[in-house]
């Protein structure tokens, strides 16, 4: 897993986010999702750390990205 691999920053988000750093475990997603912009579940995790943070209106965003590539509850 080197440093450009989309699971290896989405792994490395989700540790931030069990700690808290939410804000460090978005670039991280975005750098997931930079390589794999398909990738439902970093879009749903990420809008989960926007959420956490309050920005809701950024969250919807991407729970709404993360439905239309086929994330269901």
């Known amino acids: 897993m080197g440093p450009n691999n989309s699971d290896a920053w989405a792994a ?3 540790i931030l986010c069990s700690m ?3 804000e460090i475990a978005i ?3 975005d750098r997931s999702l930079a390589i ?3 990738n439902m579940l ?3 995790t990420r809008g989960n750390a926007l ?3 309050g920005r809701t209106t950024e969250a919807e965003v991407d729970f709404t ?3 239309e590539l086929g994330y269901t509850s």
Do not use: E, I, S, V
Request: proline fraction near 5%; include cysteine; charge should be positive.
């Open 12 to 14: 490395k988000a989700d």
């Open 20 to 22: 808290g750093m939410y």
């Open 27 to 29: 670039r991280c997603r």
């Open 36 to 38: 794999n912009p398909d």
């Open 42 to 44: 970093t879009w749903m």
């Open 51 to 53: 959420k956490a943070l």
């Open 65 to 67: 990205k993360a439905k």
